[in-house]
């Protein structure tokens, strides 16, 4: 008998055998699911892996292989948005994955149309009859058995909500699934005009339902429903949304409310009337600072706070509240610094700390510097993406993909995320999830390797400017005029003096970087105007020459430079520095302190070939 192939690198539980018409009647599909009730869902779907597994291959090996097939069927996730991909794999990973319709075959499907019929259980024929559709359009017959047996579903548990007076709802979301479903299957048959009278009904039972009941959100999906589907018009729409709201309580979640606001004024967009849309434009704003309302601290209600202000910018005309909630704005952001509260995370390097202190113990001044400028390597793109695609999918990480990153006034200056878009993560992604681990790197550096070390040297010899002339002068990375600013900055660096060194060195990067791809053959300079010349930025020359940039210093500097000195979303120290903003505390930090070691290496690695030789005779000559 044929298999159903089996994808590469899947599990072979989901290698299936072909099941005939004649395997599933003897496996008496009508008594699976008898009692069940429910949807076709997680539940459904471990309940048949129960009997499946329950059942003996050996005993009955056509009702085996035909409970194997109906497992598959249920294990597809539906997504009603989404009519070109209707069905997805309940799981998969880099290596496995769970079949999907398009790898039954047309024979399998065949079959699954003759035995339709036979199938009781509404919701698994319902299931059944889509996957048919889904998988061969020209089988009429099954599209509208699917439609035919959502709609039962929606009215049963409609029914039984209404009966019971359930205020839970437990399944309306997943019953405006179906809904959506339906419709879509059925206007893709081409039956644009005839609606069956069973899905119309069911239709505004479902619209009336959700209006009586406020059901918020359900209420604006199957709104946008039925003007899409031209089931009612936009001021029906629009009319029922604001009485929807009118009816509903004062302390009603107002984010959900804001769903309706929004789709009442869309409606009343589509039909030109300026003045409903921005009656409900301006109450979905007053939702959103009802929201600001249910948190307590500061930084949440600056949030929401600048969410109402967006949103009123959007919809114009509101000049003095926008002026009013920017200057409220200002007051949240103040009070929200003084919520900050850092995390400390207990770690532990007295043993790193205490080796580094011997190792430079034993060193003279030239070959503590040489040793110095090689503490540690910049991390690399490819491991920094791989600890990055592991810690997405575990951990808080995958519960909270979005953080808000704010400066030390409390103002969001960037927004990163753990969710990969697309299939494959981009340079972008791999910036915003390589913070922490940056950050963790270079705490680790400072405290296990420069400062014991920088401390080591100065005990045994409390260096100066003239100690680091030689270098400076000798490495093709430092521009001409600029050795004694770099020889200052060393030396202040290793004197612990940090704001000084901060001050002196990061302003350099820029500079110096231009320097090297001039160096380099490679111009970095740009025409304003088609007519004058002028330097790049740093973050132009990341951005326009990152390419340049990588064919003479590697991949893995250049990133470590844009996550350290340019990225938003990091320290950004260039940008600091050269507006004023890093405070004298600041410069104190392990970031600050890491860039500028991080230029001090670099300005070394052209000349550590020739340090025993060249540098070290002219470092000892200064001593």
């Not at 900055?489 to 060194?501: K, T």
């Amino acid at each position: 008998m044929s298999k159903i192939p089996k994808q590469e690198g899947s599990d072979n539980q989901y290698s299936l055998e072909f099941v005939t018409a004649d395997d599933f009647r003897q496996a008496d599909i009508n008594t699976i699911l008898h009692d069940y009730s429910g949807l076709c869902d997680s539940n459904m779907w471990l309940e048949l892996n129960r009997i499946a597994h329950a059942s003996s291959e050996k005993n009955n090996p056509s009702a085996h292989r035909t409970l194997r097939l109906l497992v598959l069927l249920c294990s597809f996730r539906m997504s009603a948005d989404d009519p070109a991909g209707i069905w997805h794999s309940r799981w998969q990973d880099a290596k496995n994955t769970m079949l999907t319709p398009s790898l039954l075959g047309k024979e399998q499907i065949s079959i699954l149309a003759e035995i339709l019929s036979e199938i009781k259980n509404t919701a698994l024929r319902g299931r059944i009859a889509d996957v048919i559709w889904s998988s061969c359009r020209s089988q009429y017959k099954a599209g509208t058995e699917a439609i035919k047996s959502y709609c039962e579903i929606i009215e049963f548990h409609l029914y039984k909500t209404v009966t019971k007076d359930n205020i839970s709802y437990p399944y309306i979301f997943e019953l405006v699934n179906l809904l959506q479903r339906s419709l879509y299957i059925h206007f893709s048959m081409g039956k644009k005009k005839l609606m069956e009278n069973s899905l119309r009904e069911t239709f505004h039972r479902f619209y009336d339902f959700s209006a009586s009941k406020t059901l918020y959100v359900p209420f604006q999906r199957i709104g946008e429903l039925a003007y899409r589907y031209n089931i009612k018009t936009y001021m029906e729409v629009a009319h029922d949304s604001e009485k929807v709201l009118s009816e509903g309580q004062p302390d009603d979640y107002p984010d959900a409310r804001k769903k309706v606001w929004s789709l009442a004024a869309k409606c009343y967009e589509k039909v030109n009337d300026s003045e409903g849309q921005r009656r409900c434009l301006e109450e979905y704003t007053i939702e959103t600072l009802r929201m600001r309302e249910l948190v307590s601290d500061a930084a949440a209600k600056a949030a929401w706070t600048r969410q109402a202000i967006t949103e009123l910018q959007v919809a114009g005309g509101f000049k003095e509240w926008v002026e009013k909630l920017i200057s409220e704005l200002r007051d949240l952001q103040q009070l929200s610094v003084s919520e900050l509260t850092p995390i400390n995370t207990p770690w532990d390097l007295t043993k790193e700390y205490k080796e580094t202190e011997t190792k430079f113990q034993k060193l003279n001044i030239p070959q503590s510097l040489f040793i110095f400028a090689q503490l540690s390597a910049s991390p690399t793109v490819h491991d920094l993406e791989e600890f990055a695609m592991a810690n997405s999918s575990s951990g808080l990480t995958s519960l909270f993909p979005g953080k808000l990153r704010v400066d030390h006034e409390g103002r969001p200056v960037a927004r990163t995320s753990s969710e990969i878009k697309g299939d494959e993560p981009d340079a972008q992604w791999l910036k915003e999830n390589s913070l922490e681990t940056m950050s963790e790197h270079r705490h680790k550096v400072v405290v296990a390797g420069i400062e014991p070390a920088r401390k080591t040297i100065m005990l045994g010899f409390p260096l100066e400017v003239r100690h680091f002339d030689a270098l400076v002068n000798y490495s093709h990375f430092v521009p001409f005029g600029h050795e004694h600013l770099f020889s200052l900055g060393f030396s202040r660096l290793f004197q612990g003096d940090f704001a000084s060194a901060a001050y002196i060195l990061i302003p350099q990067l820029e500079n110096t970087l231009r320097h090297v791809l001039f160096c380099n053959g490679k111009d970095s300079s740009k025409f304003n105007d088609g007519e004058f010349q002028e330097d790049r930025s740093l973050s132009a020359l990341l951005d326009i020459r990152r390419d340049d940039l990588v064919s003479v210093l590697g991949e893995n500097i250049v990133n470590e430079i844009d996550l350290l000195f340019n990225y938003k979303a990091g320290p950004s120290l260039r940008h600091k520095v050269a507006h004023g903003k890093l405070a004298a505390g600041n410069c104190y930090d392990t970031d600050t302190v890491y860039a500028c070691w991080f230029i001090f290496r670099l300005i070394c690695l052209p000349i550590l070939n020739d340090w025993e030789e060249k540098i070290a005779p002219q470092i000892q000559m200064t001593l």
